[in-house]
């Protein structure tokens, strides 16, 4: 019954709100019935058979954003690379009408009320984004600021910021890194002291994604002196508020469309009520925010990894060394088909790990195991493929070249690979204790 409620809501409100509908040849069916047995048209290989975890809903999902981003959004992707910025405001109603930044978010609130398998279709379709930075930027909205918001924050604070944001109303950004703590995220500095029924924040943020056109921060304090896991909060902080500076916008390696910013608070005033959920459980919520943030970067990397495989096999099919193709060598076509393996095998574990999380189950150890493959595969995937691409590959005007920029990023963001392995050997129980 409830799948059923799903299926409805998402048909109805997709139906509704947007003017990319769903294509005419796709139906969209109760969740519940069998996806292999009704034949659809699409140009997703994978649809016709049955899926892990996608049914026929998710595909037609796809579809519609696919639309959205070949017509609203790729065909501006080079100006945007070339101004180190995207128009934020402008892209996220955009897909916030069509109800593509709430999909997993609760109804009442302007989401879709679907479970989290939908964002990963969400996700794994941006990918075709030809570039990192804007699927990241939506991807910090979505999946990055507003879980613990949609979770644990009041009503009247969802209603201000969370309802805002899934409609496109309000550009987000995720204040937890600072200069002095990254992946040691215990050790942020920034503090948020209670004065009446205000807090009077002090500190900064460092590497604040879409922080120079935000509205609001989802800001990780410090809100007491105690043990560093029990003394912090998240709070939603206004971006407009004095006190709120936006100290430079960072020039960066790859992900050029995307801003990132250094901000500082001065003596910057909140009312208590802007906090989520219990004051001390930020760094809880932060570490389940985390889960969503890292299987949401995994299934969205698949697809770029994908892409770029591909328009590779293009590539080296029509350029000819020693009278044949490139693909035609060995090493090649070897290659290619080893990466193309390594994919899937990444895929098999996101969609394990979905099918395990959408189920309630902490599936902290797969997220971090996947996100710990994703960023030591894109950087495989980017420097093979842009070998295989000559000079042609060393100029910007090939995706291979900007995927080997960007996706470095997968590594170091969002907690570096070495933080993934101190986790998993943590559940491992391997993890010498100090
Ligand atoms: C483009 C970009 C966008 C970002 N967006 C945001 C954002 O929106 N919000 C936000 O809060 N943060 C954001 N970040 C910050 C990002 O999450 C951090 O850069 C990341 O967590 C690493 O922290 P750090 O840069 O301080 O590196 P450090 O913490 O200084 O780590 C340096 C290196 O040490 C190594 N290392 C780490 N732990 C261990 C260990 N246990 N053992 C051995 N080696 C280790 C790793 O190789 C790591 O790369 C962004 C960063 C970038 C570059």
Redesign the pocket.
Known sequence: MALREGALRLNLLLNSRTFYKFNSSVGVRSLSENVSSTPVTSSAPEIAGDHLIYTQEHFALKESLRKIIDQEINPHVEQWEAEGIFPAHKVFKILGSAGFLGVNKPVEYGGLGLDYSYSVAVAEELGHIRCGGIP?AIG?QTD?TTPALARFGSAELKQEFLLPSIMGDKVA?????EVG????VSSIMTKAVRKGDEYVINGG???????TQADWICL?ANTSDGPPHRNKSLICVPMNLPGVQIARK?E?L??WS?D?AEVFFDDVHVPCKNIIGQEGMGFTYQMLQFQEERLWAVANILTMMENVIQETIQYTRQRKIFKRPVLHHQSVHFRLAELQTEVELLRALLHCATALYIKGNDVTKLASMAKLKGGRLAREVGDSCLQFWGGMGFTSDVLVSRFYRDSR?M?????????M??IICKYMDILPKN
């Open positions: 990241m910090v990055m950004c995720l204040g937890v890194s703590a990254g992946s040691d943020k460092m590497w604040t994604t879409n922080g990780l960072i960066k790859g992900m995307s990132t990023l590594s170091i963001g969002g907690g570096a690979d070495e933080v392995l101190g």
